[in-house]
């Protein structure tokens, strides 16, 4: 191992706090968490900086003293999106040592209910410890399915301040430490220090491509080469982390195949390369691969018979790596193995001395490049002169396009078709000139085209869109003759410019800075009028400062940077304005704000999501009854953007919206009414228009966005909120406020779910009047709609551009709430004759919104992501569990099953609701899909014609069947089955789906613990394998 040494920093430089709280959120409760901590630690006298892990650099990281990191496990035992960086670098044995002297402590978040629960808590726990820092205190365990706040308070009480306080000052005692490091990934390729990056895809059964890839890594180790990567293509983070590798890297792709394909996770790397790979995002890197298909053939016969055809089922994986630019390894190599047959052993020394040989042969350029990147981060750079491009969209832009360029010096013209250019103008630094036709106040044909295509861009172009600089020209395109359409049209440049937000908003949401805009009606304008667009455009980008920077930047502490790592120079923080709320007269529109940034985990789930439209709405349940809360809803919507290619059994996050009578409510509290609900918002820097703000939501936006999508208004505000509007309430609700805060019971109480209590009820129960709550300070401190996940209910294959949920309204009886509101009163945090209004039942806020309110046309914001609901690889049984909305994945199942030529395994189905009259959901389609009697029956086969039936057997379980008969569930139908499916698990390696509330899934892994030889340790290593799988709520 190359480790590389840091100098000390000089005595009494601190580039941060002592104390750093590291956080991977993805609904924000670690977040919440993080700040939380930071604010008990600051009335304890110990400075603390909170840090979200999507900024994450190894520097940096290494650089703390005392680090505390919360970490959330999200899907199936994952890191969450912005903590992907941080998971790869801590479990990386390439790293071990580098932190020894660091004092670390971990709280790990997860449920219960999955089975790999805290699964990020304990690894990143394990990984501090093996990378040498010290844990000085216990890890924590926070389990949502229970009480996860309980959980919390317990942790921090145990122990924590005492433990925290000694580690601080042991920390200042020893005074900054040097930091060693590894060599970075970002190095020349040459025969001794070859970074490899290892990428394997590993069959359910029989495969052998994770110990083929062990035994190359063994190679690589022997003849001096660094593993720097071992990532698992079954890991959905696979692409991301092939798409942020470092330049020149050496990539060994290992996947299982056999005559019906490739593997599993080999397929879901490919698609997964089709979708957020766009093609030649990887050419700039001189990333070289080499694709390893490997086999497992029983004889030599079969290995030599299938040979060619199950190489050739690896070739899309080939092309797709092609496809993204990066190099493929001389043809010399070996590409395939029949790890069945082959000497494992010698073959792997074989294909990585031809590697070796090639990292040698590329050496010289990669050196180059390393040379230069460090060149450029320890020397001063140049803003070279950038050239303006002109990019436009429809005839007449074109024509002004043409126009402009006869004006201006050295400026080029192209049609904007293709996201590839603007990608490529901002990659050289160009200044870009958007020229966007817009006809009778609406954009053109061709602009709604470029603004579709914008808001589908793939996640590396809108890397590559961050250093986008533009400026906007709306080309108005009018009647020559019509002298009052022209002049309709010049007074109305407002609205003209409002017209292209959308474009520029989706730019600047990428990263982009916008530094002008611009209106020309090439009917009404002469050469004097062109000349004033051009001096106005070139204006904004001299005016916005220099060109950006190169990407790598100066360091902010004097460090020197050793010859291998070019690639890991911190750079500046970016500084940020203070956001302030600005309201838009009635009928004036906000521009865009360029620059602007999410504010926080939530918010940057709004920026991300796709806007998309619902198709269809229609009722399952064949008795519903919505008052009483008995309401399913299937609901359609289009797979736009980056939900084309959605994952089977999948899951669909949507950002709710909250109830029209909950938003009325709130006005008066701000001062607003109800004619003020399509005024525009934004928020500015107090600073002035020169600063960058962080936003809690995306602007501009109207009064009724914000409060419908953004802010949750379905519960009582919580204790962040309430810090920050403490001070400014009035007599007694002020006072209540402040025991409140002081109370951690109390609190917790106003949190439970038991209070029922909506934002505007808590207000009211204070006895807060109107006007009392400023809009500023409410939207800032509300806390955020968090988006509701569901598990999709269709197929991919079946129909791709559209995705379809099951949605049943969740809601409670009413129980409790005035117990709480008079605990509260009686701890004086609620005036004394408090009281919540009458209602017998709390709805859902999601449910209700999507089984009641949500219309045919109507958009919402909504991301995927797989989850580990989706169809074994080999031909084994399928055996579907699911009760009431959990039969959504198995409706999916079912539809792929049906278009799928090569399944032959049988089946099975376990279905449980209520009544069959009045809520088996698809019960038509449910009931249609199964086989109507064995295949050698001649009569009922001729019956079957038409569509094919994919399950073997239908198991209903009806909990409330009416008078005379008894209710069963879904679990005793297992148990009634019991025999035939131990045959299925057992002796034909079956798979088990279950889906549905935690009550049914935890009955039904007792009950096949009772039928499975091994009992429940046997459903315990049949859940670890992937064989048992289930995703439950509630």
């Known amino acids: 191992l190359v480790v590389n040494l840091i100098p000390s920093l000089q005595a009494g430089v601190m580039a941060a706090p002592p104390v750093q709280i590291f956080f991977g959120s993805q609904s924000g409760t670690a977040e919440g968490f993080s700040d939380e901590l930071r604010d008990e630690a600051a009335e304890r006298g110990i400075l603390c900086q909170v840090v979200d892990l999507a900024s994450f650099t ?16 999200y899907g199936d035992g994952e890191p969450t999106d912005n903590a992907v960086a941080f998971h790869n670098w801590v479990s990386n044995p390439c790293n071990d040592g580098v932190l020894k002297g660091q004092r670390y402590c971990v709280m790990g978040l997860g449920d219960m209910n999955y089975s790999k629960f805290n699964n990020m808590g304990s690894m990143t726990d394990a990984s501090m410890e093996r990378l040498g820092a010290t844990r000085f205190y216990k890890r924590g365990v926070g389990d949502d399915s229970q009480d996860i706040v309980e959980d919390w308070m317990k942790w921090k009480a145990a122990g924590f301040w005492d433990a925290l306080r000694q580690a601080v000052a042991d920390a200042q005692r020893e005074g900054p430490r040097a930091v060693a490091r590894p060599a970075a990934a970002d190095i020349a390729m040459g025969p001794k220090n070859t970074n490899v990056h290892f990428f394997f895809g590993q069959s359910e059964e029989d495969g052998a491509a994770s110990d083929i890839c062990e035994a190359l890594q063994e190679c690589s180790q022997k003849e001096g080469m660094t593993v720097a990567t071992t990532q698992s293509l079954e890991d959905r983070k696979a692409v991301k982390v092939l798409d942020k590798l470092p330049r020149a890297a050496v990539v060994v792709v290992v996947v299982d195949a056999t005559l019906d394909g490739l593997c599993r996770p080999a397929q879901k790397l490919l698609r997964m390369m089709k979708l957020e790979l766009d093609a030649n995002s990887l050419t700039s890197k001189s990333i070289h691969f080499a694709l390893l298909t490997v086999a497992t053939s029983k004889c030599n016969n079969s290995a030599s018979a299938f040979r060619d055809s199950i190489k050739k089922t690896a070739q899309p994986l080939f092309e797709a790596f092609l496809r993204a630019g990066a190099k493929p390894v001389d043809e010399s190599i070996l590409s395939y193995l029949d790890a069945g047959v082959e000497n494992v052993e010698q073959k792997s020394a074989e294909f990585i001395s031809a590697l070796k040989r090639h990292a040698a042969t590329v050496s010289p350029t990669a050196a180059q490049a390393s040379s230069s990147a460090v060149t450029a981060a320890t020397q001063p750079t140049t803003v070279p002169a950038c050239a303006t491009r002109i990019l436009w969209t429809g005839s007449e832009a074109r024509e002004a396009a043409d126009a402009l360029l006869g004006l201006w010096p ?25 020229a966007v036709e817009c006809a009778e106040r609406s954009l053109g044909d061709d602009a709604v085209g470029l603004l579709t295509m914008l808001r589908a861009t793939p996640l590396p172009l809108q890397a590559q869109l961050r250093q986008l600089r533009f400026a906007m020209l709306v080309v108005a395109a009018t009647d020559a003759g019509n002298a009052g359409e022209r002049a309709s049209t010049n007074s109305a440049r407002g609205e003209l410019t409002q017209v292209v937000a959308p474009i520029e908003q989706v730019l600047v949401r990428f990263g982009g800075t916008c530094v002008a805009s611009s209106i020309v009606d090439l009917q009404d304008t002469d050469g004097g009028k062109l000349e004033k667009a051009i001096v106005a455009l ?3 980008f001299t005016d916005g400062g220099a060109p950006n920077p190169p990407a790598i930047a100066k360091t902010t502490v004097p460090i020197p940077v050793p010859l291998s790592s070019p690639a890991v120079v911190s750079t500046a923080p970016q500084a940020y304005g203070t956001p302030q709320l600005k309201i838009a007269a009635v009928g004036e529109r906000l521009p865009a704000k360029s620059g602007s940034v999410a504010s926080d985990v939530v918010a940057r789930f709004y920026f991300d999501a796709e806007k998309v439209r619902v198709l269809k709405i229609r009722e399952l349940r064949q008795q519903p009854n919505a008052e009483a809360g008995l309401a399913t809803a299937e609901v359609e919507m289009e797979a736009t953007g980056s939900l084309r290619g959605y994952g089977l059994g999948g899951t669909l996050s949507l950002v709710p919206e909250n109830d029209p009578d909950d938003m009325t409510a709130m006005l008066p509290l701000l001062g607003l009414t109800p004619s003020d609900l399509d005024r525009s918002i934004t928020f500015v820097a107090e600073e002035g228009d020169d600063m960058k703000v962080k936003q809690p939501f995306p602007t501009p936006c109207t009064l009724r966005t914000a409060l419908a999508c953004y802010c949750d208004l379905g519960k009582p505000p919580d204790k962040k909120m309430l810090q920050a509007l403490q001070p400014k309430l009035q007599g007694d609700a002020r006072n209540c406020v402040e025991r409140l805060l002081a109370n951690a019971e ?6 439970s779910p038991a209070l029922c209590c909506r934002m505007h009820e808590w207000w009211a129960l204070l006895g807060v009047v109107p006007g009392s709550i400023s809009a500023h300070d409410f939207f800032l401190t509300c806390p955020r709609q968090k988006p509701r996940e569901f598990t999709i209910a269709s197929s991919p294959k079946a129909t791709p551009d559209r995705i379809t949920l099951c949605v049943s309204m969740t809601s409670q009886q009413v129980l409790e709430a005035h117990d709480v509101v008079q605990q509260l009163c009686e701890s004086g945090c609620l005036p004394k004759d408090a009281a919540l209004p009458n209602r017998d039942r709390f709805f859902g806020m999601c449910s209700r ?46 539809e792929e099953l049906r278009i799928s030529k090569q399944v032959s395994a049988p089946a099975a189905l376990f279905f449980g609701c209520r009544h069959p009259e009045q809520d088996w959901l698809y019960k038509e389609e449910m009931t249609a899909a199964v086989k109507l009697a064995a295949p050698g029956s001649l009569a009922l086969a001729k019956m079957q014609k038409g569509p094919k039936r994919p399950l073997q057997n239908l198991h209903t379980a009806f909990s409330r069947p009416g008078e005379g008969q008894q209710g069963k569930y879904v679990q005793d139908e297992i148990r009634a089955q019991g025999q035939s499916l131990k045959i299925w698990i057992e002796k034909c390696h079956g798979m088990v789906f279950i889906c549905g509330s935690s009550a049914m899934g935890n009955g039904v892994l007792e009950v096949l613990s009772e039928i499975l030889d091994g009992g429940c340790e046997a459903v315990k290593a049949l859940r670890k394998e992937n064989r048992i799988v289930a995703e439950m709520w509630g």
């Open 58 to 73: 190894p520097e940096d990281f290494a650089a703390c003293s005392v680090a505390i990191i919360i970490v959330s496990t």
């Open 746 to 751: 109390a609190l917790k109480l106003l949190q």
């Open 849 to 894: 919104w999507l089984t009641s309110r949500l219309k045919v046309g109507d958009t919402v914001l909504a991301k995927q992501r797989p989850s580990p609901l989706h169809l074994p690889e080999k031909d084994v049984p399928i055996i579907m569990v699911g009760a009431g909305a959990g039969v959504a994945p198995f409706r999916g199942f079912w």
């Open 538 to 540: 070139q204006g904004g």
């Open 410 to 434: 050295g400026a080029t013209c192209d049609q904007m078709s293709s996201l590839k250019i603007l990608a490529g103008a901002a990659q050289k630094r160009e200044q870009v000139v958007l």
